[in-house]
């Protein structure tokens, strides 16, 4: 029997073409102590070529020592796939996994990065994410209800929030664990237990666990890592290392973040990402409207 891990509310898809990719994330989520499902989400381009019906992640599982040692992978199966704010996501998911009590470290390669203006050596640069997972009861990693905005506008402060939370990007499945966001390197390999940077300009972004802004000031595509620290006691009991790829455009009105029942209950937030209310009713400006599903669309209004 499978068990089909669900990383997004939204499904989104990837190409087989690794230059197309975009954006992706690991995660490990636990039924019981002997049923474990490794799940990975890939963002591409829509121009790049059908999805693979399978993925391989690499197990790492750490020694006596304390050190990471690969000793397997892991097939994930094509689970669902649509598009997003123009481009395609997918979501993959293994058959369940009986692990020993230990640590593990899931990573998923693929060959390469297309072009990224704040990198050098992108076209050099392996696409690379993971999650380390410690096996431990009632432990399974952070997953996105939706992924990150992919479109940005030049020029303008972006926000997206709120990160955790109701109607969030991202979700803790386990409430009684603390979560902690941050802005990483962008990969460029995986070498000797060490994720090995690209040669790249790191952007100047705001990010925490309650919001992620940006300015960008040219067009463009723009690549980042970011990392979530899930902690139980104080202790770090999982993290992941996900890549993102962020689209500036001259403008993103018009661009809907997603498809939404526009009857369902909302919320309202400005640019900046402040919450103004539920009703549109009196309002002009550009918002962005966060539906009870988890969906959102940036409307003007005039």
Request: contains cysteine.
């Amino acid at each position: 029997m499978k068990k089909v891990l669900v990383m997004l509310a939204l499904a989104l898809g990837l190409n087989a073409s690794a230059s197309h990719l975009l954006g992706g994330m690991v995660g490990v989520f636990q039924t019981n102590q002997d049923s474990t499902t490794v799940g990975v989400w890939l963002v591409s381009d829509a121009q790049g070529l059908p999805m693979p019906s399978s993925i391989t992640v690499e197990k790492w599982e750490m020694n006596s020592v304390g050190w990471y040692v690969q000793n397997g992978t892991v097939t994930l199966t094509q689970a669902t796939t649509s598009t997003f704010q123009g481009q395609v996501l997918t979501n993959y998911a293994s058959s369940y996994l009986d692990l020993d009590s230990n640590k593990y470290r899931f990573i998923y390669k693929n060959c390469c990065w297309g072009i990224i203006n704040n990198s050098n050596n992108s076209f050099n640069s392996e696409f690379v994410i993971s999650a380390d997972y410690w096996h431990i009861p009632y432990n399974s990693t952070p997953y996105a209800r939706e992924p990150f905005l992919i479109n940005q506008q030049v020029g303008t402060r972006n926000t997206m929030t709120p990160v955790w939370g109701f109607l969030s990007f991202l979700v803790n499945p386990d409430t009684w664990d603390a979560v902690q966001l941050t802005q990483t390197d962008l990969f460029a390999g995986y070498a000797n237990g060490v994720f090995v940077p690209q040669n790249y300009t790191q952007l100047s972004m705001h990010v925490d666990n309650d919001s992620v802004s940006w300015v960008p000031a040219t067009v463009g595509r723009y690549a980042t890592g970011f990392e979530i620290k899930d902690m139980r006691n104080g202790q770090v009991i999982g993290i992941q290392r996900a890549q993102w790829t962020f689209l500036v455009v001259t403008s993103t009105i018009g661009i809907k973040e997603n498809i939404a029942d526009c009857n369902m209950q909302y919320q309202v937030y400005d640019w900046y990402g402040r919450l103004v209310g539920t009703s549109l009713e009196g309002l002009k400006g550009l918002y962005v409207i966060r539906y009870e599903n988890g969906t959102a669309e940036k409307v003007l209004i005039q």
